[in-house]
């Protein structure tokens, strides 16, 4: 059974930075594509960034620049460095990773509790 557990969110003052981890149980996890997501209250969930098993990076352009996505096989972790914080960027932010390997999903299967990030102005 797949399990992702997000852990780092808290609050900080707009220009701050976190640092959000993500570790997941199961095998063979460098070979599946890692996300984060978001959800602010009132919003729909939106992506935030994603990383392949070949390390390739992709970011919505909210957060270009500011966020970077990276993960370390060896501890089955998924880190998303956030820097340049705004109010904006308040939400509850969730990690997930899809059923197959080796792929560029268009949906995730399992996902994280969530971890929550309120950034003050």
């Known amino acids: 059974q797949v399990q992702l557990v997000e852990s780092g969110g808290g609050l900080v003052q707009a220009g701050g930075s976190l640092r959000l981890s993500c570790t997941v149980s199961?095998?063979?996890?460098?070979?599946?594509?890692m996300g984060w997501f978001r959800q602010a209250p009132g919003k729909d969930r939106e992506f935030v960034a994603n990383?392949?098993?070949?390390?390739?990076?992709y970011y919505a352009d909210s957060v270009k620049g500011r966020f970077a996505i990276s993960r370390d096989s060896a501890k089955n972790t998924v880190y998303l460095q956030m820097n340049s914080l705004k109010p904006e960027d308040t939400a509850t932010y969730y990690c997930?990773?899809?059923?197959?390997?080796?792929?560029?999903?268009?949906?995730?299967?399992?996902w994280g509790q969530g971890t929550q990030v309120t950034v003050s102005s």
């Open positions: 990383i392949n098993w070949r390390s390739s990076t």
């Open positions: 199961g095998r063979a996890f460098s070979t599946y594509t």
């Open positions: 997930a990773r899809p059923m197959n390997p080796y792929s560029m999903p268009s949906s995730y299967k399992y």
